[in-house]
């Protein structure tokens, strides 16, 4: 499954948090007006690389395009995580950000600190949205942990005789292996593994090819009911592409 963790809860050392506040405030008052204006319309999905698509795709129709926003969006969720984490409103975290910033000289002449201070001001505001988003989270997370990765390997086993002197027959055996990420933050990936063979390969195509038939069948009626889906595109894709 894609990583999908927009918000984290995590409190970030103040050098992070300082970097990520640099980085909006270096680029241009527009490019971060126009992504606020893009979380404030947008649905957000649980993938960046979604959400950057989406909000390059806005930036164009608006005539204001935005190069590279991948680090403007991982700044601005990266404070929305942190502000939940410390408990803060916006106001002051922004408020304590632009206020350290002045202590350690960091902002340009050219800067404009009011205008910063309310656009930013603006992106904490949308709470039930970004609210909305740390739920759909902890949902696709679940209490199970999730797909990471797998891999596989067939190999030939011989049988020696008595004596181990000669090769009197052999076995082929499959293995499987899944690399598990636990739904706990922080915990490192499980590997589990277990044999397969012909039969039992076929029953377990079987059943994950049912299993997405079901999703795609649901996907099907939940968009018909115009309810929007929050899982990365990804996710839904019946190739796996986005």
């Given amino acids: 499954m894609e990583s999908h963790t927009l918000i984290s809860r995590d409190v970030v050392p103040l050098h992070l948090a300082r970097q990520f506040f640099s980085t909006l405030v270096r680029r241009p ?15 957000i999905t649980l993938s960046l690389a979604d959400c950057v698509r989406s909000l390059s795709a806005y930036a164009e129709e608006q005539g204001a395009p935005i190069e ?9 969720f990266s404070l ?8 803060w409103s916006g106001a002051e975290l922004v408020a304590f950000l632009i206020d350290d910033a002045r202590t350690e000289d960091t902002f340009s002449p050219t ?14 505001n949308n709470t039930d949205k970004l609210e909305q988003t740390l739920k759909a989270q ?10 990471e990765s797998c891999s596989s390997l067939v190999d030939f086993r011989p049988v ?8 009197t027959g052999g076995i082929i055996s499959a293995s499987l292996f899944l690399q ?28 994950l090819q049912q299993l ?18 929050l899982n990365p595109a990804k996710s839904l894709s019946e190739d796996g592409q986005n």
Avoid at 68 to 76: G, I, M, T, V, W
Avoid at 111 to 124: Q, W, Y
Avoid at 218 to 224: G, K, N, S
């Fill in 138 to 147: 902890r949902i696709y997370d679940g209490a199970l942990p999730s797909f």
């Fill in 180 to 207: 598990l990420r636990s739904p706990q933050p922080g915990a490192s990936v499980e590997q589990r593994s277990f044999q397969l063979d012909v039969s039992d390969i076929r029953r377990l195509s079987d059943e």
């Fill in 68 to 76: 590279n926003s991948q680090p403007l969006l991982e700044s601005l």
């Fill in 212 to 229: 997405k038939s079901k999703i795609l069948a649901l996907r099907a009626i939940v968009e018909e009911r115009d309810v929007p889906l």
């Fill in 80 to 87: 929305e995580g942190l502000r939940v984490s410390l408990g």
């Fill in 111 to 124: 800067v404009d600190v009011n205008e910063i201070r309310d656009t930013l001001i603006r992106f904490f």
């Fill in 160 to 167: 020696f005789d008595t004596r181990r002197e000669r090769i």
């Fill in 29 to 43: 008052a527009v490019e971060l007006a126009t992504a606020v204006d893009w979380v404030q319309a947008a649905t």
